[in-house]
Each structure stands twice: as C-alpha cells, then as structure tokens.
C-alpha cells in the first residue's frame, strides 16, 4: 500500500460546521476519489482549530499551509493547484489584518503565536517522573550557573531587571521581595512555594507540579541561594494526591543527582525540601495564615507588618512565592531578563497561566502574555462561548475578582488594568458566562464560598459578609428593596477596608463588581420581580398555556408536590403557592403547554 | 547515581542526553522510533489515561512496534482528555483527543501503521519557548 502523503485537515468546529465545512469534506473526499489519488491524499476531519472568525478552514499537511474561508467551489482549485501542480493558492491564504500580507505557513500566524509557554513550557512535553527529560531541556541548568557563576545579588538584579511579579495573586515585585528576605539578618531562613491553589475552578498550580515538578524545585534552590535560606517548604493541600506524589518522585531524584542536599554541585551550598500538607482551607492560601498552619497552630491571618520576609516560619525570615512565579525563575536565568521583560506590558511582564471554564468551547489551561485582550483569549484561543450564545461576562481572579463585561473586551489583560476595571488578577481562573447566567447568583455563589472559608477572626469579614449574602439571598427570591442596593455598596465598601486579611478585603469584589456593572439585572429583580436568566427559582413561574393544555394529566401525576389540579381533558392549573419549580411538568409535558414566566 | 559535582559535569550530562531526545524526536529511520505521550495528569487519569497508556503499551509489545509510550502532564486541553502526542519520526507531532482503549487501537493501525489520520485531531495552537 502507498503511503498517504498530504492530509488535508478539515475544520469540523461548530463553528465551522456552521459554515458548510461537512460539505467541503464531502466534495474533497469525491475529487479525491475521481482523480484518482486516494492513496496519496486523505481528508479528514478535525477538531476546532479555534480560528472560527475566518472558517471554514482546511490546513494542508505536512506542509502546514493554512487556507481560510474555504467555500464548496473552491475544492476543485486547492486539490488541481495545490496538490497535483503544487502551487499553492494565494487568495485563500490567511491575510494579516495588520501587514496585509498573505501567511501561508500556519506557524507563523498571529494567532497561534498568541499562546506563550514559559511557564508551562515542560508540561504536556516531558515525562515528569524522569529527571534525564528535564535536564534535557536545561533542567537544572539554571541552578548551575546562578551557584558557579553570580553571587546572590547578581542574581537578584536579574531578577528584579525582569520584572517578574508574584502569580499567587497579589502581584508583588518578585526580585524586591528576595532582596528584602536576603537583608534581614538571621541565622535560619526558609522558602515556601504556595501550592494551597485555593480557587475554585483553578489548577494551573496542580498542572505545573504534576507536569514539571523538578523547575519548582530548581526554582526553590535557586531562591534559597539568593535569600540566603537552606531549607525549603512546599505547602501543598492534601487533595493533589497525583502532584505530591510526582513532586515526591522529583525530591527524591534530585537528591539522588546532587541538586537537592548538601553542597550542591561541588559549591559550598546546601539546600533540602520538606513537603507540608494543607487541608484545603481557602484561607490557608494566605501567605501568614499559611505558615500557622505550617507551625501547627490554627490556619489563622495574622496582621502584616511583619512581612513573613521579615519573621515567617518559626519567627524566621521566610520567603513564600507561589508555584506559577517559581516555574518562571529557571528560564529567567537561562534566557535572560531582557528576554523576560520583552513580553508583556509595561508593568506587567512575562505571561499568565488561566485555566479557562465556564461557557467556552476550548475549556482548558493556556499561557499568554500579559496585555493579550480577553476577546483575543475568549474568542480565538477558547474558540468564542458554547452553543453560539451571547457573551455575558469572564470572571477573573475568583472569589476575590470581578466581572468584567463587553466593555472591557478590547481590555489588555494586566495586573494594573484588571483591577482598574474592578477586578484583578488572582491567580489565573477565567470563568465565561453566557446569557444563561444570572449576575445576582454569581455574586450570591461566591459570597457563599466566601461566607463558608472565612477563618472567623475578624468581624467585619465574619459577619459582614454574612450579612452581604443575606442581602443577595433577599434579592434573588424577590424580596430586594432599592435600599438593600445601597446597602451592599456601603457594607461592601466598609468590608474591604477594614478586614484584617486579602480574603475580606477582596471578597466584596464579585457584588460590588456586578453591582456596578449589572446594575440593570439587580433592579429587574428588584423592582419588576424578574431574572431573565430564568435562574433564580423565586422568580419564576410555571404557567400551563390553556391553548396547547389537552389534559393529559401527565404534568399532575408527575409533580412532586401535587401543586397541579385539573380533571381529564380539562386544561390544568399550577397553584403557584405550593409548586417548588423543579421544572418536572415542562420536562413531561409533550404539548409544549407549560412555560416559564 | 553518581551526583553532578559541577557546572561542566551538568553541561556534559546534559549534551548527552539531549542527543538521545534528539535521535528520538528527529530520526529519519522510519522503522525506528515513535513516540507516544500520554497526558497524565489529574484529568487525564480521571478520564481514562491510564488504561490508554497500558493498551499502547500492550499492543506495541504485541505488534512488535519500536516506540516508546511515555506519560506526561497536562497539555490544557482538558475538554478533550484523554489526550495523546504521537510524534512519528521526521513528522510533526499530531495530538488525538477523547482517546479511550479501542481509540488508541484505531491510532496504531491508522496512524502509526498507515500513516491515515484519525478523527479527533486537536490542532496545536501554541509554540514552545524554544522554538523562538
Ligand atoms: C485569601 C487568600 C488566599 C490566597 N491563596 C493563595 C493560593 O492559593 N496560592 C498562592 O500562591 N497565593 C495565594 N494567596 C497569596 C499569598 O498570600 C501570597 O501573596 C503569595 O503566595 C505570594 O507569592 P507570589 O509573590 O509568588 O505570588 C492568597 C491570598 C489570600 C489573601
Ligand atoms: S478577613 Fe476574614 S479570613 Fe481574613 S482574618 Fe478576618 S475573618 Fe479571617
């Protein structure tokens, strides 16, 4: 049998779908069939290649030409042009919106240049549990040349000259925060990496440790080096079991090879790893209440200052910095700070890990620079919302972010201009919401994580945010006034500033972030009694149309309530008082008589 | 292990095994290696990766292919684990999504033998660092 020697790869996305590209597989299965070369070119269908706007696309291998806007008629040209007479043709190629110029080798796309991998640059690559395919790919590298060749403030400068700031959230300076711990006089010292990745909806911090254990490590030596720290903690929640168990594998092999353990490639420094276990308290997540939880005291915030650079673990200077930023450290060093600070915004440099949720068609993690637009990542990295519905909103930075609207689509995604929109950076969940989504619950379903992970100390964030969610309970079943709006900006406000840790200060954010930019959806539920998401139940009615209603009694029989009477072959009715919207008689009823108001 | 005493002990450690990949990722030798990597991480097992990973495993023996089945970590595209990299020597690496055990079967007697694709193909929309 000859072997296949083009494939010519089909978009079968919805969207393209949409836009005739079964029909263009069709005819190039056909032509191929009566040119006769089904032995040398196949056809086939792909998953989305996320560049829906210019679909239907076919890209054409191994030579990864990339034609645009295929339409039926023009099958017959690409199969005689570009495979029998090997020209390639140019009014498909993709254009450049900007230059003008026709790409035709799909690599060099600005689209597909929109993903970055630093952090993540191993993962999904290298076996993790084989430190040989890490060194391969400089592994340690970094490490080697920091401890042969830099004292630790050269080191420092490179990494203050990068601009790499904390990816755990609160972005602070990365280089200056080494710099302070390396000041502090004290014969012990310790660096943490934060792995508590307390979000919900996020695992960029499990992906990199169970993709790339050993650059955490490497990471971790090089920070203990620079800060002038020997002994390393890895604060890890016990529900990763799959990313300990890896980081354990990598420990031990690192050990093994000499990059963990006492004088570390023939240099007079030495550094070891202990692994500490979270129980998966939101709060833990917070650098001070973390290391409590570490000292084996209550996983309670303590007031800052001190800083833990300054009195941490045991009273001691203690580095913490979170797995994302550590990722970044060893390719700092390899490729150069100016290298690092070439990508990205002015304040913000390098690239974001986002685990991408929520109403989207590619849900997955993707790393991009800092200042791509959230369009840019919604629309052609996460291939635009599920089942072509309307764009709502993204929520960044979890329960202590905001949502950002259609406004602020064209937004360059940084830590400065996320939080001037009311949101911030958080440590990289991005959740699409869609028409469906009722703005008012969403506010409700984080002040309800936040209500249950609130540690307790401090009462404006144990109590007030109780009463914040009472508020959002009051308006979603009905009972809002404009007053209770009021309300909720004021102690929202007060909340944030007078709490004692990150988590109250931030977790007024989702209300008062939809309050400000739904405001209309918070009045319809107020004053017209309405969600026009058809989310919250309170506000809904079940209505038998008496026009399509034949009496079946099925909806009667199956409501679970007994909430619908009516005799057979008479139109029924829903009491209202009693019905409990669990939407049993619209799923039953085969005349399409039951609708919801 | 004998442990790296220093910076030119990592260097020469290192060019010899990035030969290694190197002849694994780019040999010309068609009947030699391919490589399979199998992501691996939280939801990829939890898909299924496992057990895909035990039939390449399996069949490759069976089928006295030379490749090598690797795992590795999670490569984002969580919506359609679980996901596979084979790389055939001298081609580009193709990833398959949604690979359950008859799949992976499918992927050997089409792909790897044949060289035919297979539905389920999941275009590559990132560049590693080191290709810049
Ligand atoms: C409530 C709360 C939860 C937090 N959760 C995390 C977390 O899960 N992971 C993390 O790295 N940082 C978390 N942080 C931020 C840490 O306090 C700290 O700033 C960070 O680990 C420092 O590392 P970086 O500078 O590398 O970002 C949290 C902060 C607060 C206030
Ligand atoms: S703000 Fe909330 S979580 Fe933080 S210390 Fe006060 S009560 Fe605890």
Redesign the pocket.
Known sequence: MAKIKYHMLVCGGTACHASQSEEILTKFKELIVSKGLETEVQAIKTGCFGFCEKGPIVKMMPDNTFYTQVKPGDCAEILEEHIIKGRKVTRLLYQDPETKERISDSRHMGFYKKQIRIALRNCGFINPENIEEYIARDGYLALGTVLTEMSPEAAIEILKKSGL????????P?GL?WEITRKVKAAQKYV?C??????PG?FM?RSILEGDPHTVIEAMAINGYCTGASKGLVYIRAEYPLAVERLKIAMKQSREYGFLGEDIMGTDFSFDIDIRYGAGA?????????IHSMEGLRGE?TVKPPFPSESGYMGKPTN???????ANIPVIFNKGADWFASIGTARSKGTKVFALAGKINNVGLIEVPMGITLREVIYEIGGGIRDDKEFKAVQTGG??GGCLTKRHLDTPIDYDNLIAAGSMMG?GGMIVMDEDDCMVAIAKFYLQFTVE?SCGKCSPCRIGNKRLHELLEKITQGNGTMEDIDKLRNLGTVIKDTSL???G??SPNPALSTIDNFLDEYLEHVKDKKCRSKVCKSLMQYLVVPDKCIGCTLCARNCPVNAISGERKQVHLIDQEKCIKCGACLEKCKFGAIIIN | MEKIKSLADLKKMQENLRAKIELREKSNDPDTRIQVKVAMATCGIASGAKEVMETFIEEFTKRNIDAVVTQTGCMGYCYAEPTVEVTKPGAEPITFGYVDVKKASRIIDKYIINNELVDGIIPVNYQSIDKN
């Open positions: 700031r904390g990816r755990g959230g609160g972005g602070f990365t925060k943490v934060n792995a508590d990745e307390g979000d996020a911090d939101f709060v833990c997540g917070e650098e001070t209440a973390l915030p913490v910095n979170n797995v994302e930023t550590y329960p202590s440590s992970e840790c990150g988590l200060q931030s």
